[in-house]
């Protein structure tokens, strides 16, 4: 059975920073682009990075130079890295696997982001 959980989402202050991590199972996550995507209340649900399988990386316009996608293989995980948190911020997070080879993807069940003082 294939999962990805999501974690490392939280309550935290504007400015500050949060680590989410989604770590599969069931599926080699090496050969999958994972995109981590957001959903804020009355909005759609959009992208905001992603890594290819070879590691190149594309990042949503609002969040560029504040938040860092990677990923560790030999964990079989993907890691968004955001810093410099705004309100705005404020989400449900949700990371995706798709083989390009197969169009197989693959959804979590998200992580909640909340950036308020």
């Known amino acids: 059975q294939v999962q990805l959980v999501e974690s490392g989402g939280g309550l935290v202050q504007p400015g500050g920073s949060l680590r989410l991590s989604c770590a599969a199972s069931?599926?080699?996550?090496?050969?999958?682009?994972v995109g981590w995507y957001r959903q804020a209340p009355g909005n759609q649900r959009e992208l905001v990075a992603l890594i290819t399988r070879v590691g190149s990386t594309n990042y949503a316009d609002s969040v560029k130079g504040r938040f860092t996608i990677s990923r560790d293989n030999a964990k079989n995980t993907v890691y968004l890295q955001m810093n410099s948190l705004k309100p705005e911020d404020t989400a449900d997070y949700y990371c995706?696997?798709?083989?390009?080879?197969?169009?197989?993807?693959?959804w979590g069940q998200g992580t909640q982001v909340t950036v308020s003082s």
């Open positions: 995706n696997g798709k083989n390009s080879l197969t169009g197989r993807e693959y």
């Open positions: 069931g599926i080699r996550f090496s050969i999958y682009a």
